[in-house]
């Protein structure tokens, strides 16, 4: 199912993935990533229309340190609606206040290398990685995540569903590990699309292996729902992925 919402020239598309965990129930999660600070009036409508169990954040909801109001704006509406869990982005390393206390004040539960049970689901969040002051010269193109927290993530009983911002981490860190669906962003969809493949994207270069869609039955990649790039997206509409988990 694709729907779309075209506000300010804008055009906002809804994905829709059904994962079978077996379970005794349907829930139905919404995901976004890369808000980038952008318009929340569209997303919160389709989410309102969505009516989600649960909103799930893949991180970059803010976009640097003067850019980021209606990040948090958009984490306290949907906590108001549902219960909403969001993990780290790389751009939410740039914010200097006390990242940690805005987020639980907006209503929503960071998961920063940290896990919840929710309706019978592990939700875990793992941080982006990069250090605070990758501006200054500690960027690393694909960072080291925390590797102990994924051994002991991957070892809950059920179903897991791991939020981590950066695709690049499953072939290195998560595809060995029995973790049920890993959640991304960050690729932007590849900016340009072409012949259903993207041409760049951070952490990955050009013609990158993870940009949109799902891989290997348990890794799904958002083309993300904001779009701050001074870059104009190519064949590469936004989007919030509706995921139902039966």
Request: proline content about 4%.
């Amino acid at each position: 199912m694709i729907t779309m919402f075209i506000k300010r020239r804008v055009i906002l598309t809804v994905t829709e993935y059904n994962i079978d965990a077996k379970l005794n129930e349907n829930i139905k999660f919404v995901f976004t990533s890369d808000l980038h600070d952008c318009d929340n009036e569209p997303i919160i409508a389709e989410i309102k229309n969505i009516s989600p169990d649960a909103v799930l954040v893949g991180g970059d909801f803010i976009h640097d340190n003067n850019i980021y109001e209606r990040g948090f704006e958009f984490l306290h509406e949907s906590s108001s609606l549902f219960p909403t869990f969001c993990s780290i982005g790389n751009h939410e390393r740039k914010f200097s206040g006390d990242i940690v206390s805005k987020i639980k004040e907006s209503g929503a539960v960071l998961l920063d290398n940290r896990a919840v049970r929710f309706k019978n689901i592990n939700i875990g969040g793992i941080s982006s990685g990069f250090t605070k002051n990758y501006e200054q010269g500690e960027f690393k193109t694909t960072p080291e995540p925390d590797t102990k927290f994924l051994e002991e993530f991957s070892k809950l009983r059920g179903f897991k569903i791991l939020l981590s911002h950066h695709p690049e981490y499953y072939d290195r860190y998560v595809k060995s590990l029995p973790i049920d669906l890993m959640l991304s962003g960050h690729a932007h969809g590849g900016q340009w699309r072409f012949f259903g493949r993207g041409v760049f994207a951070p952490g990955q270069g050009f013609f990158p292996k993870y940009t949109s869609g799902m891989y290997d039955k348990r890794l799904i990649v958002s083309r993300g729902t904001g779009d701050k790039s001074p870059i104009p997206r190519i064949n590469n509409k936004t989007e919030i992925l509706l995921i139902n988990i039966t």
